[in-house]
């Protein structure tokens, strides 16, 4: 209706300048089939154009181009109609249309833009709303700063700009001007009495916001960021939900990032099965597999509640009817046997493990039995039922282990190896450090001793680990699964590793002195710094810039299964590191085993 006054008042105005308004054509019956048909023509160019149909967004380019679209398409109308609706004009009707039309395009953006300047007029914050600084006047704070100032009752109030770029130094964002650099965030803190200082810098490197973090950390501000891209992009948080720097945001480094839709017709429409999938890796790797659309999607964990937490997190219920989700024991052959055959998957990704070094320190059987054993028995069922492809998931500790863990893992390496060399199958490992955030990971317990007041007990003050988000690493599995070469490692590049000291410090820097860190010295098996490659494994990347392939030896199973779970857990540690770092065995059990006579078969595909 405003658009079709808009037009009312254009044309009307261009009559009255070129006098074609005289008493014979302002009688009702011509003013009323003049505005029906008015009224017709500007509903039907608005809809062609989109202006009704909320394509666009308000006061957007894309918007003054839709106006113009439809006012020219009413215009060509009118010029092509006005004969039939006004007799013995004096001006040619498409003229009188122009000249209207020119005026009806100002009205109709005029007041388009009145309505959006309405909508973005300030708004009182909360009374207890919290003083801000936002650092950046880029897209990213132009957005938050607007989110803020228009919401109503917003916790948060922006009450000055800071950025280091000398052109935006007299840059004016909804009221809110820029006072300065880093350098003045001490001033500026002090004269807005601001408490927090929000990071607003999209696409930032880590460097950057750890540089910020500790210059506001200085300044007795407490440092906040805005949410990433892909937080905003997945919906999982809005523009003004600041939050704390997370570790992720400080690793010194940016995030990897890999081509996903290059490679998504590999899985899209295969038949893929996970082990331990409702583990930190597995149920991201799922929730990813999930998006590419596979013909079927088998979820294998021994763990129920995990299983129903990933059947609520992919399908949005947790009924556990699916006859794709399936609790079971990789230790258990028979059944591995069983499943494989029934499900017939071209895709195996092996996500499940014994994972937590000290209990395999002092439970070595359980690290063979799972670890070791339980991998032969996927393996042995993957071969049997012909699937394609293979994808152990293994760890930074099996590249020159000292841990049971690290033998554990790396004999599972092997073995695959073996498997691989025996058929035509592509089976391979991936070996990646700790994932961020994983159920167990050392930033859960830094985060939970923080929570609690302290102290923050760490092993030893120089202990460093590579760290990657469980985004990452599932983006690098599944590309590694479509590059890797049968019987290889691949080796993600995770950057330098993490002083876990400087770790615990920054999560406690919201806190008046940091956090007391007590050192309980390093536990057996523990290294200092895990290695990515073994001594002798070259760092070669034919395929990827972030992924490394190197050989791995073959285990044969017979040496693995030979090895008596029920021994010395000195001797059995002991046959274990035997077995991770010798050459191929060739089918020779280590020293420290049972009887041959005595040893499990070897599970074989039927």
Request: net charge neutral.
């Amino acid at each position: 209706m405003f658009d079709v006054a808009a037009w009312g008042c254009g044309l009307l105005a261009a009559a009255n300048l070129t006098g074609d308004l005289s008493e014979s054509q302002v009688r009702l019956p011509v003013l009323w089939h003049a505005a029906v048909t008015v009224c017709g023509l500007v509903a039907g160019c608005g809809l062609v154009a989109g202006l009704y149909r909320g394509r666009y967004q308000r006061a957007s380019f894309d918007e003054v181009r839709g106006v113009v679209t439809a006012c020219a398409g009413v215009a060509l109308g009118l010029g092509l109609l006005g004969p039939m609706l006004v007799a013995a004009q004096r001006r040619p009707p498409l003229e009188v249309a122009v000249s209207g039309g020119l005026l009806a395009v100002l009205l109709m953006l005029g007041g388009r833009h009145a309505a959006y300047t309405a909508r973005l007029r300030s708004r009182p914050a909360a009374p207890s709303a919290t003083k801000i600084i936002v650092f950046g006047a880029g897209d990213a704070g132009e957005m938050l700063i607007r989110r803020l100032v228009t919401e109503p009752g917003a916790v948060y109030r922006p009450v000055a700009l800071l950025d280091d770029d000398p052109d935006k130094q007299a840059l004016q964002i909804h009221g809110v001007r820029v006072a300065g650099g880093r350098a003045r965030m001490a001033d500026v803190a002090r004269q807005t009495g601001a408490r927090i200082v929000v990071i607003a810098l999209a696409g930032s490197r880590s460097a950057v916001i750890r540089e910020l973090t500790r210059k506001a950390t200085e300044c007795g501000l407490t440092p906040m960021v805005v949410p990433s891209v892909q937080e905003l992009i997945r919906g999982t948080a809005l523009i003004d939900t600041v939050r704390d720097p997370r570790i992720s945001d400080l690793l010194g480094r940016g995030p990897l990032q890999t081509d996903l839709a290059a490679i998504a017709s590999q899985f899209t429409g295969r038949r893929i099965l996970v082990t331990g999938a409702g583990g930190s890796i597995g149920s991201e790797l799922c929730r990813h597999l999930h998006r590419l659309g596979p013909a079927a999607l088998i979820l294998l964990d021994r763990d129920e509640s995990a299983l129903h937490a990933l059947e609520l997190s992919l399908h949005g219920h947790g009924l556990l009817v699916s006859e794709q989700t399936v609790v079971a024991d990789i230790r258990d052959t028979a059944r591995m046997q069983r499943l494989f055959r029934r499900f017939s998957p071209d895709i195996v990704f092996h996500a499940a493990a014994l994972k937590h070094l000290p209990l395999l320190e002092r439970h070595p059987a359980e690290a063979l039995l799972t670890n070791v054993r339980g991998t032969l028995s996927v393996l042995a069922a993957a071969r049997g039922c012909g699937a394609a492809s293979f994808v152990n998931i293994s760890t930074d500790k099996a590249a020159s282990p000292a841990s049971v863990l690290g033998y554990s893992k790396r004999m599972a390496e092997r073995l695959t190896a073996y498997l691989a060399a025996e058929g035509e199958a592509r089976y391979l490992s991936v070996r990646f450090g700790n994932v961020l955030g994983s159920k167990g990971s050392v930033l859960s317990a830094l985060s939970a001793q923080i929570a609690a007041g302290g102290p923050v007990t760490i092993t030893h003050p120089d202990v460093s680990r590579f760290f990657m988000t469980a985004d990452e690493a599932v983006q690098l599995v599944l590309q590694a699964a479509v590059i890797g070469r049968a019987g290889e490692a691949l080796v993600f590049d995770m950057g330098e590793p993490v002083s876990i000291v400087d770790m615990a410090r920054r999560l406690g820097a919201g806190g008046a002195d940091g956090p007391e860190i007590v050192f309980t010295g390093l536990r057996p098996g523990e290294k200092l710094t895990e290695d990515l490659l073994a001594p002798g494994e070259l760092d070669t990347r034919p395929c990827h810039p972030l992924i490394s392939q190197v050989p791995v030896p073959p285990l044969a199973p017979a040496a693995a299964m030979a090895i008596d779970p029920g021994q010395d857990e000195d001797q059995l540690r002991r046959a274990l590191a035997s077995c991770a770092g010798a050459a191929t065995l060739g089918g020779h059990a280590p020293r420290v085993i049972r009887p041959a006579r005595e040893a499990a078969p070897v599970p074989a595909g039927d």
